[in-house]
């Protein structure tokens, strides 16, 4: 596998193939391993002022509470879980019921 190099910017160093900024082609497995940190969100359920529920999934456990924090000083309902995303099989929407 070859990987190309980045010239650094001014007075920096060479950029990591694997950050953002360097270029590096991946397999669908290493991208699939490098994602499993990613199989679990946290679901947060709250009320807006006008009585709706709103579902938000965050992946930062401090800026989840902080919403549920938020919500419930103003009087409001939120309730924080974890869950499990998982993937689901490509499906033709026909198949489904119809239209979105």
Do not use: W
């Not at 910017?9 to 082609?25: I, L, N, R, Y």
């Amino acid at each position: 596998m070859s990987t190309k190099r980045i010239r650094p910017a001014m007075g920096s160093h060479e950029a990591d193939p694997k950050t953002f900024g360097g270029v590096e082609s991946q397999s669908t497995a290493d991208l699939t391993a490098r994602a499993r940190r990613h199989d679990y969100a946290l679901r947060v359920v709250s009320e807006r002022a006008d009585g709706v529920l709103v579902v938000q999934f965050y992946t930062n456990l401090p800026a989840a509470e902080r919403k549920v924090t938020r919500t419930r000083e103003r009087g409001l309902r939120a309730d924080l879980s974890l869950v499990r995303l998982t993937a689901v099989p490509f499906a033709v929407l026909d198949t489904l019921g119809g239209a979105l």
